[in-house]
């Protein structure tokens, strides 16, 4: 096999652009409850049973934390969802591409099989995603800061470093989680972009950890079809909780639309059965064993 | 000990340090942070001696010798402090080393682990000792099983004769214990490229009784052992200053590791046996810039390539 030459880089800069754009509301919000959620991947029925599931938790605002697209049908739907009951959105890898044009999804896959689907994903989204509405994914922002009362919160797609980073539980130590927080000046950091959700909180300060909310647009290769978002709030001693919920919603409509819209069995499989049948290679061996394939 | 990188006093950055004594000039990288540490747990010594090796391992090669406890348990405490997200060992043949499963446990209960290996010496009691460590740790154990195709007449050539059955057999152990391995295959046959060659590698996988195959593949890199066999980089391979992307510190993966051996702090697994490596004789004394003057450093920028599981 022959050396390649330095021309040839496969190397994509734009997975070095760095979270820019932070929305501060650090002055603005008075809220004791929020719901956050991120990777809608499409999936417009979850995002409306998670969006009255928050309300009836009693979320004061709602935080969506990227990924409007992939993986599912009718882009748009999901999207004038998001726009028409002020959610709170920042940008996540997606969107970014979406907005952009660019040529992929910049999911950070590392694998031929798993860029092959992501690719099938992307291509789909982006070919059914409304101009003006890519002019809006455009223009999120990549980060935003608030307080919980006197808790910093720091809200990132993959992490505060990098929009792709995975933030997975088994492969993200304590000591990381601590230097993050530090680097980052922030008590709880909330991402989302591995798809699923777990926390963290530092054996020192159970105030300061890494809250991982999961995503809405596909199961967590647990065998369940529902979806998970997150509740963080404050109680009565002022101290910050963060709560995982799982949100049943219509399961056989979407995977009905999906195959009405030409969309991989595969994709349709996983709505199906809760397992994920691609973007495998990416997981951790821990993650990887807990599911089917 | 600071959890920032030390890169010199605000007003006069320290000059990156140049990764080889080659006096050519290459691109600064910055170093954001330890995210990765390398452990060269039994140095270059290893119990094969593959053609395509970029160290020149082997039974007899002493250059990195083990490390002892109490670098191991030194250098795990060093980068407890630095916050280190995951770990790595390697050699050389790790489980040559008797404190092995030792180290590991130690290991696990501070982040997650990968190992190289090339699986010949993991017997049915290792591996189900490693599948209890991995359960009793939050964090994931990997074991990479180092493999050059899917018969004997591709494998052994390379890796040495009768290799295959016996790698297969060792994997097989691993995965009866309940632990997946990772096939980590070095792309010296052609038809192991890309998307279609992964594909084909995955099936033969299948059909030899590993039913959810993993699988990683890596470059070639042209020094020690498989320079000899493929010959060096050419001079003009060595990157030089505006080759890199902006921000690619957080790609590239010497923007957030190091590799610890018996002998000191080196900037990556590649390069432990190359004149001027060696950054320090600790950790922390290694943090802050470097200068991939190195032809090597070319193959990770051009492939994109992470050494990371």
């Known amino acids: 096999m022959g050396m390649k030459s330095r021309e040839e880089s496969r190397l994509d800069p734009m997975m070095t652009r760095p979270n820019d754009r932070v929305l501060d509301l650090r002055g603005g919000s008075s809220a004791s409850r929020i719901a956050l959620f991120g990777g809608i991947y499409n999936n417009y029925l979850a995002l409306n049973a998670v969006l009255d599931d928050a309300v009836r938790a009693g979320a004061e605002t709602v935080f969506f934390l990227g990924d409007a697209g992939g993986f599912g049908p009718h882009p748009d739907r999901s999207i004038e969802i998001l726009r028409d009951r002020d959610i709170v959105s920042m940008q996540g890898n997606y969107d970014d591409s979406v907005g952009n044009g660019l040529d992929d999804c910049q999911c950070g896959y590392v694998d031929p099989r798993d860029n092959h689907y992501a690719q099938i994903s992307y291509d789909y989204t982006f070919a059914n995603t409304s101009q003006h509405h890519r002019d809006w994914l455009r223009e999120l922002p990549t980060s935003i800061r608030l307080n919980l009362g006197s808790h910093r919160l720091l809200l990132a797609h993959g992490s505060p470093r990098r929009v792709n980073e995975f933030l997975w539980e088994t492969t993200t130590s304590e000591p990381f989680i601590e230097r993050l927080l530090d680097e980052q000046r922030a008590d709880l950091v909330c991402v989302t972009h591995t798809g699923i959700p777990w926390q963290r909180r530092l054996a020192t300060d159970p105030n300061r950890g890494v809250l991982n909310v999961g995503a809405i647009g596909r199961p967590a290769n647990d065998g369940s079809l529902s979806v998970w978002y997150a509740l963080v709030s404050i109680d009565e001693s002022g101290d910050l909780r963060s709560e995982l919920r799982s949100v049943a919603y219509d399961t056989e409509r979407l995977a009905a639309e999906m195959r009405n819209e030409g969309l991989p069995d595969e994709f349709v499989e996983t709505i199906e059965t809760g397992w994920w049948t691609t973007c495998l290679e990416i997981l951790p061996a821990k993650e990887r064993a807990a599911g089917r394939f | ?309």
């Open chain 2, 1 to 309: 000990m600071s959890r920032k990188a030390t890169g010199g006093s605000p007003t006069e950055p320290a000059k990156p340090r140049p990764v080889s004594s080659h006096k050519h000039r290459g691109p600064a990288l910055d170093f954001i942070g330890l995210d990765v540490l390398w452990l060269q747990i039994t140095g270059t010594v290893c119990n094969i001696a593959c053609r395509h090796c970029f160290i020149t391992c082997g039974p007899k090669n002493f250059n990195h010798p083990f490390m002892d406890r109490d670098q191991v348990l030194t250098t795990l405490e060093a980068a407890k402090d630095s916050g280190v997200k995951e770990y790595y060992f390697t050699g050389g043949e790790p489980f040559m080393h008797p404190d092995l499963l030792f180290f590991i446990e130690r290991t696990l209960e501070q982040g997650p682990l990968s190992i190289l290996t090339n699986a010949l010496l993991i017997d049915t009691i290792t591996a189900g000792r490693l599948f209890e460590l991995s359960q009793a740790s939050e964090y994931s154990l990997d074991i990479r099983v180092s493999l050059d195709g899917t018969t004997a007449e591709e494998n052994d050539p390379i890796r040495g004769k009768g290799t295959f059955q016996e790698i297969l057999v060792g994997a097989a152990n691993l995965l009866r214990a309940g632990l997946n391995p990772v096939f980590t295959v070095t792309t010296v046959h052609a038809q192991y490229e890309g998307g279609d060659g992964r594909t084909l590698f995955m099936e033969e996988l299948r059909q030899r009784g590993f039913p959810r195959p993993r699988v990683k593949f890596i470059p070639p890199f042209h020094l020690g052992r498989e320079a000899q066999r493929s010959g060096e980089y050419e001079e003009s391979f060595r990157l030089s200053p505006g080759d890199l992307f902006p921000g690619e510190e957080e790609v590239l993966q010497c923007g957030s590791c190091r590799t610890v051996t018996a002998n000191g702090v080196y900037p990556c697994p590649i390069l432990i046996e190359e004149d001027g490596a060696r950054m320090a004789g600790s950790l922390e004394a290694s943090f802050g810039s470097i200068e991939l003057n190195h032809p090597a450093c070319a193959t990770c920028h051009v492939e994109g390539f992470s050494c990371r599981t």
